[in-house]
């Protein structure tokens, strides 16, 4: 029998690569936690961090979603207002993450050694979402592939959002790119249908009410006919029109890159149930994490930089949560 052969990313020195990565990192250097461990907030490489966690067990996550520098080489910079202020107050400038590489290849050994490292934390009914942009998710797409196998690929899906025209000679981009694995695909995945509305012209001919396929003999579907109930909209497909965050929108933090709630609402709506563990080891400013603790998931967030983690803990205030400091040890996250 022929085997069939796997088709791989190849780069100079890959196989060096993730070794490499793996020496330099350390475990969590502080961390916060809600009352009655709903979530957790880990300060630190998320590496280490994801490591330190499967040190702890394995298995437990859920939903994993990863939203890493896109590869732009640039620092990126937070506007952020003095703990406190209030709204429509100055803000000011702050370093928030750098996002500068030597190569490609090295972007890609640290995003690939992640997401191994939080494939090891899934559940058997779990999946991973990784967030990234035309630049690099043919790329990612493979890499994905290499790590979790080309049988648990489950979706491309295609964020699209309008923006401020700008004129160039090329089509503009309006859509970032969210790569979806299951753990393991011969174990039902964790999935809640979502639906979207009716197309207009669906609305027109059959109104509000489902539609049920009559078939005829040959087993094939001859026509539609209405029935009385409501319909809950057409399954959702993998084409998502959701706005970005709004400049004068109450979610805006002032933290660069920062993710709409809606996008992430729609992702653990769908993929996890209440009370499961939603992942985000790029956490930023904590936007993930918010959905989670508002939808009544509990969630573990990992980022390195200082500023990402006071504008989340901020957020949860907001919220009227409060993330408290713990030594690590206590919580059971294991220090490298
Ligand atoms: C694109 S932002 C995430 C934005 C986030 N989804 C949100 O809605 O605010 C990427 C984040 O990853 C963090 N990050 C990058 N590399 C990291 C690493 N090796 N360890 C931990 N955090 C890292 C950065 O500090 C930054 O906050």
Not at 30 to 37: E, K, M, N, Q, V
Not at 82 to 100: C, I, N, Q
Not at 163 to 170: C, E, I, Q
Not at 312 to 326: H, I, K, N, P, Y
Request: glycine share 8%; net charge positive.
């Amino acid at each position: 029998m022929v085997r069939s052969r796997a088709v791989t990313l190849s780069w100079q020195g890959k196989d060096h690569g993730l070794a490499a990565v793996d020496a330099c990192a350390r475990g969590p250097e502080r961390t916060w936690a809600l009352s009655g461990d709903g979530g957790r907030l880990l300060e630190g490489d998320n590496l280490a961090c994801l490591r330190s966690l499967a040190a702890d067990g394995t298995g437990t996550v859920t939903l994993a979603y990863l939203d890493p520098p896109f590869f732009t080489n640039r620092e990126h910079t937070a506007w952020l207002r003095k703990a406190g202020a209030p709204r429509g107050s100055a803000r000011t400038r702050v370093p928030a993450f750098d996002d500068r590489w030597r190569d490609l290849p090295s972007w890609l050994e640290a995003l690939g050694s992640r997401l191994a490292a939080a494939r090891e934390l899934l559940a058997p009914h779990g999946s991973v979402v990784v967030h990234v942009d035309p630049k690099t998710s043919h790329y990612v797409r493979v890499l994905g592939d290499e790590i979790f196998g080309d049988e648990s690929f489950a979706s491309e899906i295609v964020w699209r959002y309008r923006r401020w025209p700008s004129k160039t000679p090329n089509f503009q981009r309006v859509h970032d790119t969210l790569l979806r694995w299951r753990r393991d695909p011969r174990v039902a995945g964790r999935w809640n249908q979502p639906y979207e509305p009716l197309a207009a012209s669906t609305l027109a001919t059959w109104g509000t009410t489902k539609q049920r396929a009559v078939f005829a003999e040959n087993g094939r579907r001859a026509r539609s006919s209405s029935t009385d109930e409501p319909t809950p909209g057409v399954p959702m497909g993998d084409v998502w029109e959701i706005g970005v965050i709004a400049p004068v929108a109450r979610e805006r933090t002032g933290y660069p890159s920062q993710k709409p709630e809606a996008l992430l609402e729609r992702l653990v709506g769908a993929l996890s149930n209440p009370g499961d563990v939603v992942l985000d080891p790029y956490a930023g400013s904590g936007t993930t994490l918010a959905v989670a603790h508002k939808m009544g998931r509990a969630f573990i967030g990992i980022d390195a930089s200082p500023v990402a983690l006071e504008t989340t803990r901020a957020r949860f205030v907001a919220l009227g949560a409060r993330l408290a400091e713990c030594a690590p040890p206590a919580l059971g996250v294991a220090t490298a």
